[in-house]
């Protein structure tokens, strides 16, 4: 079955430190791959994706992917938090152009 | 610059009651889908729509359908609803399927008494 795991449901970083959301999926072929953040009351908003090439992307508001094809993961990763980065990430994957896998989420919590 | 709207923003209804969730988007997207989230579980793609006069199942499309009549416009009709359904709904469409990013509306809140 195609799937996606996001293996925390919470991830707590001080303010400053480096940020990892993790993220694994099992699908057949070569999918895409997205990052999307969602914050309050509102809808998901799009951050990274990755489709081929390089195995860093980088994306919006200074976050970056890592893709790993042998451990079939794709880490969400920035340098130095923000406190307005607390928010529910969502890692999704698109095992053709008519599906689309979205994980539970990872509730992230900068703090102060 | 709307985007994707959705309306209404939230609704109470009672089991085997009717209703249609209203998505519209200014964007001329080809691609448009709807999704329910629970708590726990992401998102789970309902059913989408690849054009005008064009619409498939997701995983989840039991009790839910769907048409597209205009490019800008995919309703969700609830046509019995029950407990179960009880979610947000969001509405999501991108330039051409998912090879490309969603943009998403705020969501509806839905209750089933």
């Known amino acids: 079955a195609q799937s996606v795991a996001q293996p925390e449901d919470q991830v707590n970083v001080a303010e400053g430190n480096p940020l990892t959301v993790k993220c694994t999926y099992s699908v057949s072929g070569n999918p895409y791959l997205f990052w999307y953040v969602q914050y309050p009351n509102r809808g998901l908003q799009f951050l990274l994706k990755y489709i081929t090439g390089d195995n860093l992307v980088k994306g919006s508001y200074g976050f970056e992917a890592e893709f790993n094809k042998s451990q079939t993961s794709f880490h969400l990763k920035k340098p130095s938090a923000l406190v307005s980065d607390s928010a529910l990430y969502f890692c999704?994957?698109?095992?053709?152009?008519?599906?689309?896998?979205f994980g539970a989420g990872t509730r992230l919590t900068v703090k102060p | 610059n709307a985007g994707v709207t959705q309306t209404p923003k939230f609704q109470v209804l009672k089991t085997g009651q009717s209703m249609t969730l209203q998505c519209a988007q200014d964007?001329?997207?080809?691609?448009m889908s709807w999704y329910r989230q629970d708590p726990g579980m992401g998102l789970r793609l309902i059913h989408y729509?690849?054009?005008?006069?064009?619409?498939d199942q997701g995983e989840v499309p039991n009790g839910y359908n769907v048409s597209r009549s205009t490019t800008e416009d995919f309703p969700l009709r609830l046509l019995s609803a029950a407990p179960s359904q009880t979610s947000v709904y969001f509405c999501?469409?991108?330039?051409?399927?998912?090879?490309?990013?969603?943009?998403f509306g705020d969501g509806t809140r839905l209750s089933i008494l």
């Open positions: 999704a994957v698109s095992p053709h152009e008519d599906d689309m896998r």
């Open positions: 999501a469409s991108s330039l051409k399927g998912n090879s490309q990013p969603q943009h």
């Open positions: 964007m001329n997207h080809e691609y």
């Open positions: 729509s690849v054009g005008a006069g064009i619409t």
